[in-house]
């Protein structure tokens, strides 16, 4: 059964104080997958993305380059927008915090909290880390041999003392473990809820909010002093998309509460313990899940890095290998909510055994046998045996099994299981010998044809949210209609259709030849 209703889906929102990294295009492209799968299968979907352009590392890197935070802005939040159209991501908005649109959400969040009695004035003094742009706890730092003082990720913290607004976070501890009970799905994967569970279980302390020693940001409403903590600017972006801070009655409203935000793992504590308190605060409903996916590491292991000089470039990946096969390599190769390695050796094998080899060969084999045998037209099938039924059944099954794995992000799993009907069908193929039959029983070789081409037929259906170009070529190939390219046609209700023309079929996935490395 598809499901009509709106289906709201965020990514982060990126810092636009460089470039995109693949880390970046992990995540959009991953979002894209989802936000294309919940289309094809009928919901009413809204995406969004965009960039984060407020707060001290901003003003800092801005300055250290020497020009305006405007203009860093400026120029990475394009740099950001192209990416998105390099990796041919869907979504229906690009969202800048710099836009009246946000600080005018930002203020009125504000007032509702404020209303809510839950904003207070007193100054602030701890740590803080830029990079992170987050405050610490002085159990949570270190000073290590290189006497600076780090913060849990990693990143260096500083003395931070300053008038400063409070949210009453504290008072939100026992209504937040109540929501991760009663919502065990509001966290995933499964090992992060427990993570946030003891974190919000130690204790909570107020939020400092707002800050005065530099002004790059959303001025708090009322005190132009001080401007708002990045991450309550930052958060309310998914709320700015849809309208309903500034109208209740706004056309996107309805898309809220959002059906999952997809994050990185170092930014869950912000999207799963202070958004969730700010939004109970304002009197706004929760988003149903916020699913934190791993790090993309480079090929040793190691965490990218400029300094490293390990940093993927996704506009390079791209011109080197092509995107359909990028974006198939990140969503296939690396469990969504862990970690994962990426490497060109394995973006070559995976291209060769997968796509190469795999679906386009099989794509190839069968459908230029039935242009050079069957004049050109998808055969009538004959009777069908046990193994053609067998084949049919396992193409037919893969719908529920992609909805299961997909509503739980666990894209890898949708992606191998349409990978595994693959080689079943190669192995379908092998074994019924069509080319043998062509000399002995033509009927019967129509029947082998005819079963593998519906094949290949849902496999380009279920495959186009990873590889939305590819997929098209696919369903080109076996003359698919255009209004029966989505979920609902597949199974019994889209069979091919005897008779209907096919042109010889061209290579949808050629194989990838490393170039010599130069002497
Ligand atoms: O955190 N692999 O922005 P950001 C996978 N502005 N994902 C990665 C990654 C990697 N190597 N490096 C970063 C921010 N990410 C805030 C978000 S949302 C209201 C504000 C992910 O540019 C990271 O986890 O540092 C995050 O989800 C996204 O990229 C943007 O990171």
Redesign the pocket.
Known sequence: MSDKTPYYIT?????PNGKP????A??LIATDAMARFQRLDGRDVFFLTGT?EHGQKMQQTARKEGISPEELAERNSNEFRQMGKLLNASNDDFIRTTEPRHHEASQAIWNLMADAGDIYKDSYAGWYSVRDEAYYGEDETEVRADGVRYGPQGTPVEWVEESSYFFKLSEYQDRLLKLYEEQPDFIGPAERRNEIISFVKSGLRDLSISRTTFDWGVKVPNDPEHVMYVWVD??T?YLTATGLLTDRNAPLAKFWPADAHI?????IR?HTVYWPAFLMSAGLPLPKRVFA?????AKGGE??SKSLGNVLDPFELIEHFGLDQIRYYLMREISFGQDGYCSEEGIGIRINADLANGIGNLASRSLSMIVKNCDGQIPQPGELTEEDKAMLTAADGLLAVCREEMGKQAIHKAVAAIIAVVSETDRYFAAQEPWALKKTDLERMGTVLYVTAEVVRQIAILLQPYMPASATKLLDLVAAPADSRNFAALGEAGRLVPGTVLEAPTPVFPRYVAPAASA
């Open positions: 990514t982060a929102i990126s810092y990294h693949i880390g970046h992990y995540e984060d930052a958060l972006n994050i990185g793992k170092d930014i912000f996916h791993g790090f993309v590491l965490k990218m």
